[in-house]
């Protein structure tokens, strides 16, 4: 079994990323999902993480983690994932509430005292991580990895920088210059995971309640790519990072050297993904540039399906 910390902002396409950790087909040992302010608020990112434990029946302790970015303020999308952070389905009010420690805490203690490598998988922006690699620098030794969604060579949410980036840039450059090893799935690749109306009749037909609830995400995050950006079907960014855990060779990957923008008027929070090697920095990144579209498909079915025995 892996070790992973899940850190999130969920999130629509996060709580997909959980469904896959979570799910019987997985091999990943879940030790903490750990929220940050991203999507929304914390708080509401964190009520949503526990109602998505409630709904898989995941006994996985859940940690509030950092309100606002290193430097600047907050920014939110509600735009693209509702006021709750998870509009769309319902789900019941979850029965237990996050743990008293803080995220940043709980990140440090646990890979400090965690006998094998723990694998950070942060699938909102940077903060928490970064916040723990200044706060305990000790720590970088015993992480295996951050398997990471954020960035690409274009952007989402300015012309050049995309949201998990753009919301923290300063937090994203203390992680992408920590030396930590980093697997980044950017916009380059999760904008081939399309869930368009063809995906989601495919999963519209299984009835298990967390494929339902799947389907109903699906539904909004859809409607919201729709309305926003115009076209069809919403890109399941963050479920990326876990699928790889899972199944490392359904993606194509280069190793590049990765530098993230925090001074530019246009170009705040874009990731410099050096593709040609035209700086000679030492390559820090292991950059997903490519995914089997049939594969992942077929994958997140059969994963759909295993809740089916639950
Ligand atoms: C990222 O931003 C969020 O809205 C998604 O959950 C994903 O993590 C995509 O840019
Ligand atoms: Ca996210």
């Known amino acids: 079994k892996r070790n992973v910390i899940l850190d999130c902002d969920p999130g629509h396409d996060d709580a997909i990323a959980i469904i896959i950790a979570a ?13 940050v302010a991203g999507n929304v608020a914390v708080e509401k990112n964190t009520v949503n993480a526990l109602k998505i434990c409630e709904l898989l029946d995941l006994d ?12 600047k303020q907050s920014e939110i999308a509600p735009e693209i994932h509702g006021e709750t952070g998870m509009d769309g389905p ?14 940043v805490d709980f990140i440090i203690e646990t890979v400090k005292s965690s006998k094998e490598k723990v694998t950070l998988v942060p699938t909102g922006p940077l903060t928490n991580i970064a916040m723990a690699l200044v706060k305990a620098p000790e720590i970088k030794e015993n ?20 949201f998990n980036i753009y919301v923290d840039a300063e937090a994203a450059q203390v992680v992408f210059e920590s030396g930590v090893p980093i697997t980044m799935f950017g916009l380059d690749v999760t904008h081939q995971v399309i869930a368009d109306s063809a995906v989601q009749e495919r999963f519209n037909k299984l009835d298990n309640k967390v494929a339902v609830f799947v ?29 790889y855990l899972l199944e490392p060779e359904v993606f194509g ?30 390559p820090n990144t292991l950059f997903a540039e490519s995914v089997d ?13 295993s809740y089916d025995e639950a």
């Not at 997985?26 to 999902?33: A, C, K, M, V, Y």
């Not at 398997?147 to 300015?158: A, E, I, K, Q, Y």
């Not at 919201?224 to 876990?242: M, Q, V």
């Not at 579209?293 to 399906?305: D, G, S, T, V, Y």
């Open 23 to 35: 799910s019987k087909r997985s091999h990943l040992n879940i030790l903490g999902i750990t929220t």
């Open 60 to 71: 996985v302790p859940v940690y509030k983690g950092s309100q606002r970015p290193m430097v």
């Open 90 to 103: 319902a789900l019941p009010e979850p029965m237990k509430t996050h743990e008293d420690q803080h995220a």
């Open 143 to 162: 992480i295996e990895e951050v398997v990471l969604m954020g960035g690409g060579t274009f952007g989402n949410w300015s012309p050049a920088a995309e």
């Open 215 to 243: 389907s109903e995400l699906l539904e909004f995050f859809g409607a919201a790519y729709k309305d926003h950006f115009g076209f069809e079907g919403g890109p399941i960014h963050d479920a990326c990072t876990t699928m």
């Open 253 to 282: 990957t280069c190793r590049v050297n990765v530098s993230v923008e925090t001074k530019g008027e246009f170009t705040y929070g874009m990731t410099a993904v050096d593709l040609l090697g035209t700086t000679g920095l030492e």
């Open 293 to 305: 579209q049939e594969r992942f498909w077929n994958l997140f079915e059969e994963i759909l399906i």
